[in-house]
């Protein structure tokens, strides 16, 4: 009895809180007033801890908790060039430790963890000429292999790994063209399997239940063409059909899925005003609906916790922002500030620990269970 008092107890503080006491890690960039700073943002509670990574011109742009560390990986600038970097820290962000990736000419943007390695994407400069790049490194941060793939203006935005296969989204060509390669874990054999053949780019890779979903755009910013799209084919590339998510400007730059059902994050502009929009959409690619999120500019990345959505970016004066809806676009809590300077900020990417959020699930699982269910990301 007094056990179950306690119980009781335990998960009425946390429910008074409005949100589950486990941290709620985010990375991005904020402007210093003399450049844009790579930044780590710890949320518990409501309370935020802003820390910069860098002390130079740089931006993160994807985090993964691990085995109680942090990795970001993202760029330095050594003007005008970009350098791809790994970032690592602890789980209170003591001890950064920044690894040059390559040299002059670099970019990193998207990561996973597969079998304790850590595999990397981005771009890599080779005489003159920017090329889709892998590495693939320990999680020391040593680099076990550096490959770089593509045509000579190919660029890799995101990385999924599933049944032994490594599975590569991004463009192809000065005027994108939206490109998949697939690869084997060494990661020496990559091959393009699939080019949109109209302007468009991948965004974020994802397989679930034996199929690939493929987030980004199709069309032009410029000429008010640009839409968010879906992409759905089968695991080896072939029968790919692309979706439009939304008849206003768009772009999608997140996938993710819950309970059977595909969710997408980005923004949508209408009559020149940006929104950031979730998409829900079936597994078979149809449009359930769409939500906007308040205050917002765009949302970048975004997990799922206690059958609600974690989803960051950009507030309508562009400071970086964390939501906290229901599945359905209800504000759970109010929108909380990461950006803790007056100038520009911008959260990229989100995280949670999931060891913590599972112990947390397990104490409380007669009551409110922690169910985090995510694809293959």
């Known amino acids: 009895m007094k056990k179950l008092l306690f119980l009781f107890t335990l998960l009425s503080i946390f429910l008074q809180k409005g949100v589950f006491a486990i941290p709620t890690y985010t990375c991005g960039y904020q402007d210093n007033g003399t450049v844009n700073v790579a930044t780590l943002w710890i949320e518990e509670d409501g309370a935020v801890k802003a820390i910069s990574l860098s002390s130079a011109s740089s931006q993160a742009l994807k985090i993964i908790i691990y085995q109680n560390k942090i990795y970001m990986i993202g760029f330095t600038v050594s003007d005008p060039n970009l350098n791809a970097t790994l970032w690592k820290t602890d789980l209170i962000g003591n001890n950064v430790e920044e690894i040059q990736l390559a040299g002059s000419g670099s970019s990193a943007y998207d990561a996973t963890i597969y079998n304790n390695q850590l595999y990397v994407v981005g771009n890599k400069t080779i005489s003159s000429k920017a090329f889709a790049c892998l590495w693939k490194l320990n999680l020391n941060g040593a680099i076990l292999l550096e490959n770089a793939f593509g045509n000579e203006t190919s660029l890799a935005r995101s990385i999924t790994i599933a049944s032994n296969k490594i599975y590569i989204g991004g463009k192809v060509n000065a005027t994108p063209q939206a490109a998949l390669w697939i690869g084997d874990l060494s990661g020496n054999n990559i091959s393009n399997v699939y080019t949109n053949n109209t302007e468009s780019r991948i965004d974020s890779t994802m397989v679930y239940k034996n199929q690939l979903y493929l987030a980004g755009f199709t069309g032009n910013a410029e000429d008010s063409t640009i ?46 005003h ?7 959409i079936s597994l078979a690619g149809s449009l359930i609906s769409n939500f906007n999120l308040s205050n917002s500019f765009s949302a970048y990345s975004f997990t799922f916790f206690n059958n609600s959505i974690l989803a960051v970016g950009a507030s309508t004066d562009l400071k970086a922002t964390l939501w906290n809806t229901s599945l359905d676009g209800i504000d759970l809590s109010s929108p909380t500030r990461l950006g803790t300077l007056s100038n520009i900020s911008i959260s990229a990417s989100i995280a949670i620990n999931a060891s913590s959020a599972l112990t947390l699930g397990r104490a409380l699982s007669e009551f409110s269970p922690v169910k985090p269910q995510k694809g293959i990301k």
Do not use: P
């Open 227 to 272: 839409r968010a799209t879906l992409w759905i084919g089968n695991l080896d590339g072939s029968g790919i059909r692309t979706i439009n998510l939304s008849n206003e400007q768009s772009e999608a730059l997140d996938l993710n899925v819950f309970n059977d059902v595909i969710y997408a994050s980005g923004d949508t502009i209408i009559s020149g």
């Open 274 to 280: 940006y929104d950031a929009t979730i998409w829900k």
